[in-house]
């Protein structure tokens, strides 16, 4: 038989009949020989394509997957990079708390050009879809009763270390 003359040459064959561009030229010359030929061909082929086929698919998707994963983690960690560099240009200090009000909101967005193209106001749309609430003053323990502690330095680079995106992505 032509196609396999040697070992290396049968593998390569074999591998080239998974596409199934040499399907009709491989398979006559074995079935010339001898018609159970066509059992091996039937047999590596449904093998291949619901086997090999599969496996080379699943190892593509979840690549894929874990690819597109650590897309959305860095556009997440941007996008919240970007909202706390803002929140610290125009925070203001009610008691011991960062807020922004209202009136410096509404503020921001008189700033704002009045002629924004739609295209602008999606994105706008996209980076302010976060969850928006009114503060209310439910201050904990060690801030009511202990400020000099909470306040201190030791207890702000705690806290900055707590609220890192990347422990928080490490908890969940």
Partial sequence: ???FSSYWNSVFELYVLITTSNNPDIMMPAFDLSSWYVLFFMVFITLCFFIYMNIIL?????NYRKHLKNEVKKSIVSKRSQLSKAFDMVYTYRGMRKVVTKKIFYELMEALPTKRRRRDFLKLA????VEVMEVTHN???CVKNFPFIYNSKYSVH?????????VIFLIY
């Avoid at 699943?58 to 979840?62: E, F, G, L």
């Avoid at 705690?158 to 990347?166: L, M, P």
């Fill in 139 to 141: 201050n904990s323990f």
């Fill in 1 to 3: 038989m032509p196609y």
């Fill in 158 to 166: 705690i806290q900055k270390a707590v609220k890192n995106i990347f």
């Fill in 58 to 62: 699943a190892v593509i998707y979840n």
């Fill in 126 to 129: 996209d980076l302010l879809n």
